[in-house]
């Protein structure tokens, strides 16, 4: 089905976007609000009408170097934003106030992330310092900290599971219930360079992607260990993929995201061919692509690769999807041509792109 087809509302640009390419987007988990971080410096947060996808502006971060991460707390009054220049902020839009720095690393911090050490809430950053913070946003110093082993490049939290990868291809696993301890490390089930960590909703695994277009759905249980596996996605024409095993494409681009939904526990996928694919982890299948075309109001002439999608982001009730398309740099120089604009999207979830399917 195409997106923009006579029963289905054109997907909506986030007018003003921002001036330079996205690193990362998060819905609010409780209210109608969108924050996008990007590499002029800004965290821009958007309030979103669940019924027109209409959006205005409601507020914004000022950082001194690229915004790299974003992630918002539990009731969704505040956020905290992260960058290149080696602070992370804390924003309440109950105050109205500017976002004050609760954190800072030796070198650009690349994620952060809102969770809760023994009931409390705490930040914690991770950067190309190779360090993981954790901080309680009242002291000026972390209450402890993770050597990894080498600048992290992903992170994520879920209930007691936290998850990071770091550039050796290394993904370490923390019991949050004794947060100063690296419970287990190993190499990444796939063979390229780790691009993105996003832990089950339930807490009890993680899907890691790669820069050669595959995903790896790892449980954190050594008793379910037999229930990992790895497929190929964001591979030449993936509308072409019925189904993640028996995938024989050799076009290969970076799966830059990973996004699971509330409403049935399936995700969403976006890569570097500017496309769009739905999965369904527990049956192993593919649920709905939207390649280049659909995406691009119907254009006959939009072919992969298109401008990539950095990152996507289900609303709170699973009823909308944030998307990005921005050049990732993941050709390089050579790969950044002027097609390739930055421009933030807001999709109207259908029922067949996350429900699953009938046994």
């Known amino acids: 089905m195409n997106v923009l087809n006579a029963s289905k509302p054109p997907d909506v640009l986030v007018q003003p976007g921002p001036d330079d390419s996205v690193s990362k987007l998060a819905f609010n988990p409780v209210a109608d609000y969108l924050a996008v971080a990007s590499w002029d410096n800004q965290v821009r947060i958007?309030?979103?009408?669940?019924?027109?996808?209409?959006v205005q502006g409601k507020a914004s971060v000022q950082h001194d170097g690229p915004a790299l991460g974003l992630s918002w707390s539990k009731d969704g009054t505040k956020l905290l934003t992260c960058s290149a220049d080696k602070s992370a902020k804390l924003l309440d839009l109950q105050t109205g106030q500017p976002a004050q720095q609760i954190a800072a690393h030796d070198a650009p911090i690349s994620c952060v992330k809102w969770i809760e050490v023994n009931g409390q809430p705490v930040a914690v950053t991770a950067g190309w310092d190779k360090m993981v913070k954790y901080w309680d946003m009242r002291q000026s110093s972390p209450m402890a900290q993770l050597q990894?082993?080498?600048?992290?490049?992903?992170?994520?939290?879920?209930?007691?599971?936290?998850?990071?990868?770091?550039?050796?291809?290394?993904?370490?696993?923390?019991d949050l219930k004794n947060p100063g301890v690296i419970k287990s490390a190993k190499e990444s089930p796939l063979k390229m360079q780790t691009r993105?960590?996003?832990?089950?909703?339930?807490?009890?695994?993680?899907a890691v992607g790669s820069v050669e277009g595959r995903v790896a759905i790892?449980?954190?249980?050594?008793?379910?260990?037999?229930?990992?596996?790895s497929f190929k996605c964001?591979?030449?024409?993936p509308v072409a993929n019925a189904s993640i095993r028996g995938q024989t494409d050799t076009?290969?681009?970076s799966v830059n995201a990973i996004e699971f939904n509330r409403a049935h526990g399936t995700f969403v996928t976006a890569g570097s061919d500017g496309t769009l694919?739905?999965?369904?982890?527990?049956?192993?299948?593919?649920?709905?692509?939207y390649n280049t075309k659909d995406l691009q109001n119907g254009d006959a002439n939009q072919k992969i690769p298109a401008t990539p999608i950095v990152d996507a982001s289900f609303s709170k009730d699973s009823?909308?999807?944030a998307y990005a398309f921005s050049y990732d740099w993941s050709k390089g120089y050579t790969g950044a041509v002027p097609t390739n604009k930055t421009q933030v999207m807001l999709h109207q979830v259908l029922p067949d792109e996350i429900k699953p399917k009938k046994k």
């Open 148 to 174: 990894a082993t080498e600048r992290v490049y992903a992170l994520d939290a879920m209930n007691d599971l936290m998850v990071f990868g770091t550039a050796d291809r290394q993904i370490s696993i923390v």
């Open 319 to 321: 009823n909308l999807l």
């Open 196 to 206: 993105v960590i996003t832990a089950f909703p339930a807490g009890d695994g993680y």
């Open 251 to 253: 076009a290969v681009y």
């Open 234 to 237: 964001h591979r030449g024409d």
């Open 277 to 289: 694919s739905f999965w369904d982890k527990d049956q192993r299948t593919r649920l709905k692509t």
């Open 46 to 54: 958007y309030e979103v009408s669940p019924n027109t996808g209409q």
């Open 218 to 229: 790892q449980y954190a249980d050594e008793k379910n260990q037999s229930q990992n596996f």
